[in-house]
């Protein structure tokens, strides 16, 4: 038997699986309507809890904040004060001058997601800190873990209120832009593929553990496609929290563990998904190799990249059964509450519509009293899109879709239950 050259022979083994073969080809995209009903079904609620927050953030909260003093880094998808108005359940808005405040409703449901935000702080602080072992700098920006706030479930205030509770978690950097690990918990660096195995038996380190696959329906892969995934999936399964930068660029097992951090990723999350936009910016910063972002479309049984509300969201496909999660975060368990509430607030606007003529014209008055502070905005017609997308979200969401809003109302009702 011949003998390796020397540097192949002081190479790791990881070094040895052959470079990739199959990968350049095209992977084709099949819409996936549960999934897309995760996505859509929040569509406001980002901004929605941003301006909550900046209501009832503050202790004490004030009674009432001028409309001009929200903070502009809301993403509101149209004019703050035409996004407000949508959800009269939970915002009051006073004409005279114009401001907002939160009404009963909302002021309760924030108080019972305080009570969460503080039986969950042990278990934040836990995925905060694996997501700094995932960096090879055991450090990300602080500007970005801020962005990642909601995907990860920290309070609005966590700068204040989670990190100097775990000063054996985290520190600052010196001038105060990044967020830095403390203390590597070894106990800690087991990712959710190997936690699963080990509670299902029989994982050893190095094992070739295989990723959960799921497909949407009429969904095929070519022939050696399929071949090469099933050869893929055998690859010894190299955990995120491993160092990767003696494997080989451009290799199925370097594509492996790349797979591996985006879905640790992922599970770190509280919703299980994450807009591709941030887990971009994140992947740049736990330093994953060239190519990275191209992972998520070659691998359509792992993650789904859901299109809807006009950008692109990627979800891991093994959290969901239909629009389910499986394993519903306490957090989560809110959000849908936040969610039944903002549909309260649409079922009133919708009634309104109904009113006669007398009551139309008393909201008309109203509408004129607020109309000082609209005349200076864009134009109407440069809002056709979202118009559109307000009656869409009045009617139902996604009406081609085989499964009725009424059944996912009533899904989430059920899980608002649970």
């Known amino acids: 038997m011949p003998l390796l050259p020397a540097r192949a022979r002081r190479a790791p083994a990881a070094l040895l699986v052959p470079v990739r073969r199959l990968l350049e080809a095209r992977v084709p995209w099949a819409r996936d309507r549960a999934l897309d009903h995760v996505v859509e079904r929040e569509g406001h609620l980002v901004p929605f809890l941003l301006a909550k927050d900046a209501l009832l953030a503050a202790t004490p909260p004030p009674h009432a904040v001028p409309l001009h003093s929200l903070p502009s880094t809301i993403p509101f998808p149209f004019r703050p004060l035409r996004f407000l108005r949508l959800y009269p359940s939970a915002f009051a808005l006073s004409p005279h001058p114009i401001e ?29 800190l694996r997501l700094l072992m995932l960096a090879p700098s055991r450090a990300l920006p602080l500007r970005l873990v801020a962005r990642l706030r909601l995907d990860l479930g ?20 010196p001038d105060g832009t990044f967020l830095e690990l403390v203390c590597y918990r070894k106990d800690l660096a087991v990712s959710a593929m190997q936690s699963y195995a080990q509670r299902t038996g029989g994982y050893k380190v ?26 893929w999936q055998r690859l010894p399964y190299i955990s995120p ?3 990767g930068s003696h494997l080989a660029p451009r290799s199925d097992i370097t594509e492996k563990r790349t797979v591996a951090v985006l879905h640790e990723v992922l599970s770190l999350t509280v919703g299980k998904k994450m807009e591709k936009e941030v887990l971009v910016k994140l992947g ?36 969901y059964r239909r629009h389910m999660l499986v394993d519903k975060h306490p957090m989560m368990g809110i959000r ?9 607030g649409k079922e009133e606007v919708g009634k309104g519509k109904g009113k006669d003529r007398k009551s139309k014209r008393g909201e008309q008055m109203i509408g004129e009293e607020f109309g000082a502070e609209e005349e200076g905005g864009d134009n109407e017609e440069d809002y056709d899109d979202e118009d559109e997308l307000d009656e869409d979200m009045e009617a139902g969401i996604a009406s081609e879709d085989e499964e009725s ?14």
């Open 206 to 231: 190095g094992d070739a553990l295989a990723f959960p696959l799921s497909f949407p329906r009429n969904f095929e892969l070519d022939k050696k496609l399929r071949k090469w995934l099933d050869e």
């Open 100 to 128: 907002v405040s939160p009404t009963p409703r909302l002021s309760a449901l924030h108080a019972a997601e305080a009570q969460v935000v503080d039986a969950t702080r042990p278990d934040a602080a836990d995925r905060l």
């Open 241 to 243: 929290y491993e160092d």
């Open 154 to 173: 920290l309070a609005p205030d966590f700068q204040r209120s989670l990190l100097p509770s775990y000063p054996d978690y985290f520190a600052l950097s």
């Open 336 to 344: 849908y509450q936040y969610l039944h509430l903002m549909h309260m």
């Open 405 to 418: 809003d009424d059944d996912i109302d009533k899904d989430t009702e059920t899980q608002i239950a649970h």
């Open 284 to 319: 740049e910063a736990l330093r994953l190799p060239p190519g990275f972002r191209k992972v998520v479309a070659r691998h359509p049984g792992i993650f789904y990249m859901s299109h809807k509300l006009r950008t692109q969201t990627v979800v891991l496909r093994e959290s």
